[in-house]
């Protein structure tokens, strides 16, 4: 990881840089939550934060806080409001907000993430949105199907593109 | 079991089945089957969402705020901005991995910030940074970490006004066991 100078993202000395922490894999992908950085790695997960007046990189990482779980596929992974949603290594879902990182899907989400296969699994997109106060992940295994979370409940639903498709056409979204 | 009613338009308050906001040519279908009692239903019909813009024809993998406008990074690398309005621009072009393109945004106060998961200069390379600018002059601009740090990110993140480039995979070697379910 390299951090930039405050207001200038190009501009990126050359010893500002960190590497994960706690476990020796490789930084796969990043996303803030709150005022916390998360390094998502490829078997662990961990937490930075800037405590200021760091010299070289930016950030430094929480003690005490690692989850041994990574993210399984990159482009699994969605925020939406701080919240922090991808599918992880163990083959569950998880919603990670502030310092805190749960799995949040039921058995029988498990059990469809579970009988993927490698390729299959790194075919997995998502994006999230918020519509009427409401949070939703919507996962798509493209061509077979799509899930969507509601956060506000919980409840898991398949979602399809009228017109014959087994998944949903929407791929991401952002809120104006 | 085949459809038993027909609605019409209705405004799904938790978006709890086809997710939209409003639903058109709204049905109930049952969601359990209860042998002739009441049981839970799900509402079944066509979004009624209306498109605002279509920047490209190549699919939209990402959209994103910065510099108090939309921003969309297409499958095709294009970059393009004001794609809330029905006049959208066209910024530049990132290089993606054609078979799995990823492009990451970041919101800077001073650049909307790119990374993508190929690198035209140095194809051995997984990614290129990237800021981008709503002047048509300048648009995206390739950030050369490749040359200035010798790294190439492929994911960026933004906190307190400082850009964190990092990444590098398009995803991860999975290695997890999976799970063979036998039915008895």
Redesign the interface.
């Known amino acids: 990881?390299?951090?930039?100078?405050?207001?200038?993202?190009?501009t990126?000395l050359?010893n500002s840089?960190a590497t994960k922490e706690a476990r020796a894999d490789?930084?796969?992908?990043?996303?803030?939550s709150g005022?916390v950085?998360w390094?998502l790695g490829?078997r662990s997960l961990e937490q930075w934060y800037?405590p200021g007046g760091q010299t070289d990189f930016?950030?430094t990482a929480y003690p005490n806080s690692l989850y041994s779980v990574?993210?399984?596929?990159?482009?699994s992974l969605a925020v939406l409001r701080d919240i922090i949603m991808f599918v992880g290594?163990?083959?569950r879902i998880w919603l990670c907000t502030g310092q805190t990182g749960q799995a949040v899907s039921p058995p029988w989400v498990d059990?469809l993430l579970?009988?993927l296969?490698?390729v299959q699994?790194?075919?997995l997109t998502a994006y999230a949105y918020g519509?009427?106060g409401?949070d939703?992940y919507?996962l798509t295994l493209p061509g077979q199907w799509t899930l969507?979370l509601?956060g506000?409940?919980g409840?898991w639903?398949y979602?399809q593109t009228?017109g014959g498709r087994l998944d949903?056409a929407?791929?991401?979204?952002?809120g104006? | 079991m085949s459809v038993i009613d027909v609605l019409g338009s209705f405004q799904d308050p938790l978006n709890l089945d086809e997710g939209a906001g409003k639903l058109v040519n709204v049905r109930v279908v049952p969601r359990e089957m209860k042998e002739g009692k009441p049981g839970k239903a799900r509402l079944v019909g066509a979004p009624g969402l209306t498109q605002v813009s279509q920047p490209t024809a190549t699919p939209c993998i990402v959209v994103g705020q910065a510099l108090r406008t939309v921003w969309s990074g297409h499958a095709d690398g294009s970059i393009y901005y004001d794609v809330q309005t029905n006049a959208p621009s066209l910024a530049g072009f990132v290089d993606v991995n054609p078979q799995q393109p990823v492009i990451r945004f970041a919101e800077d106060r001073t650049a909307l910030c790119i990374a993508s998961n190929a690198n035209t200069n140095n194809p051995a390379e997984y990614g290129t940074g990237y800021t981008a600018v709503m002047t048509p002059a300048i648009g995206v601009v390739n950030a050369g970490f490749d040359v200035s740090i010798n790294f190439d990110p492929s994911t960026v993140a933004e906190l307190n006004n400082i850009t964190v480039w990092s990444g590098r995979l398009i995803s991860t070697p999975v290695k997890t066991a999976r799970c063979t379910v036998r039915n008895r």
């Open positions: 990881m390299y951090s930039s100078q405050p207001l200038t993202p190009a990126v050359p840089f490789r930084v796969v992908d990043l996303a803030v005022l950085l390094p490829s800037d930016a950030f990574g993210l399984a596929a990159r482009l290594t163990d083959r059990l579970q009988q296969t490698a699994l790194a075919t519509q009427g409401g939703f919507v969507e509601c506000a409940t409840v639903s979602r009228p949903h929407g791929r991401c979204a952002t104006i």
